[in-house]
C-alpha cells in the first residue's frame, strides 16, 4: 500500500501543477457592454469581430468585448440594422426579447424587436439569414432571400412573409421616415 501511494504522489503534484499552470494561463472572461443612443439620436458602432452595427433610438444592444467559442452572440432591444463581418466558422446569432432569434451567414438585414411591440420584423437586403422562433415547445428556422421582410407575431407565434426593397424600413438609417400605405396609428407610434 505504502508502495503504491509513493508511486501514485509524484503524479498528483505534477497535476496540481498542470492545474495551476492553466489557470494562470486561462483567458480572463469577456465582459458584456451595454450601447444606447440618446433619445431621438441613432447610433453606429464596431463590434470586436468588425461586424457595423446602426442602433435605433430607444433601443439597447448588449455584446460581449470580444467573441469566444463557437457563435458570436448579442441582445438586441428595439431596432437595428447589422452589416455582419463573414466568418463561416462561428455564426453571428442576434437574441430578441421574445425568445426568438436571427441567425445570420455574412449578411446585410435589419431587425425590429421592441419589448412592447407584438411583432418582430426581419427585412434582410443581402446574403441569409435564419429567423429562429417558438411553435409551442419547439424551435423552429425560417431562412429569408434577400428582398424579403419577415413577420413574427409573438402571442399568435404566426409568421408572415411580405416583398419589399427595403428603402422605407431601412429610411431611419439615413434620418428619413418613409410612409407606405402605413396604418395612422403604427405612424404616430413611429413618429
Given at each position: 500500500?505504502?508502495?503504491?501511494?509513493?508511486?501514485?504522489?509524484?503524479?498528483?503534484?505534477?497535476?496540481?501543477?498542470?492545474?495551476?499552470?492553466?489557470?494562470?494561463?486561462?483567458?480572463?472572461?469577456?465582459?458584456?457592454?451595454?450601447?444606447?443612443?440618446?433619445?431621438?439620436?441613432?447610433?453606429?458602432?464596431?463590434?470586436?469581430?468588425?461586424?457595423?452595427?446602426?442602433?435605433?433610438?430607444?433601443?439597447?444592444?448588449?455584446?460581449?468585448?470580444?467573441?469566444?467559442?463557437?457563435?458570436?452572440s448579442v441582445s438586441l432591444s428595439g431596432e437595428a440594422y447589422f452589416e455582419v463581418a463573414k466568418d463561416t466558422?462561428?455564426?453571428?446569432?442576434?437574441?430578441?426579447?421574445?425568445?426568438?432569434?436571427?441567425?445570420?451567414?455574412?449578411?446585410?438585414?435589419?431587425?425590429?424587436?421592441?419589448?412592447?411591440?407584438?411583432?418582430?420584423?426581419?427585412?434582410?437586403?443581402?446574403?441569409?439569414?435564419?429567423?429562429?422562433?417558438?411553435e409551442g415547445t419547439t424551435t423552429k428556422r425560417s431562412l429569408l432571400e434577400p428582398g424579403q421582410k419577415l413577420?413574427?407575431?409573438?402571442?399568435?407565434?404566426?409568421?408572415?412573409?411580405?416583398?419589399?426593397?427595403?428603402?422605407?424600413?431601412?429610411?431611419?438609417?439615413?434620418?428619413?421616415?418613409?410612409?407606405?400605405?402605413?396604418?395612422?396609428?403604427?405612424?404616430?407610434?413611429?413618429?
Amino acid at each position: 500500500g505504502q508502495l503504491s501511494a509513493a508511486l501514485l504522489f509524484p503524479q498528483l503534484i505534477g497535476l496540481l501543477l498542470w492545474k495551476q499552470h492553466r489557470l494562470q494561463h486561462a483567458e480572463p472572461m469577456a465582459e458584456m457592454l451595454e450601447v444606447r443612443p440618446n433619445p431621438g439620436m441613432t447610433t453606429r458602432l464596431k463590434l470586436p469581430d468588425g461586424t457595423s452595427v446602426c442602433l435605433n433610438s430607444g433601443s439597447t444592444l448588449s455584446y460581449p468585448s470580444r467573441f469566444t467559442g463557437d457563435t458570436r452572440s448579442v441582445s438586441l432591444s428595439g431596432e437595428a440594422y447589422f452589416e455582419v463581418a463573414k466568418d463561416t466558422e462561428h455564426r453571428f446569432i442576434v437574441h430578441t426579447p421574445s425568445q426568438s432569434a436571427v441567425e445570420v451567414y455574412g449578411t446585410r438585414f435589419n431587425l425590429e424587436a421592441y419589448p412592447n411591440d407584438p411583432n418582430i420584423t426581419t427585412t434582410l437586403t443581402e446574403g441569409k439569414v435564419g429567423f429562429l422562433y417558438k411553435e409551442g415547445t419547439t424551435t423552429k428556422r425560417s431562412l429569408l432571400e434577400p428582398g424579403q421582410k419577415l413577420i413574427y407575431d409573438v402571442s399568435s407565434q404566426n409568421l408572415s412573409r411580405h416583398r419589399t426593397s427595403g428603402i422605407s424600413e431601412l429610411s431611419w438609417t439615413e434620418g428619413k421616415i418613409i410612409f407606405d400605405n402605413t396604418p395612422l396609428p403604427e405612424a404616430l407610434l413611429i413618429l
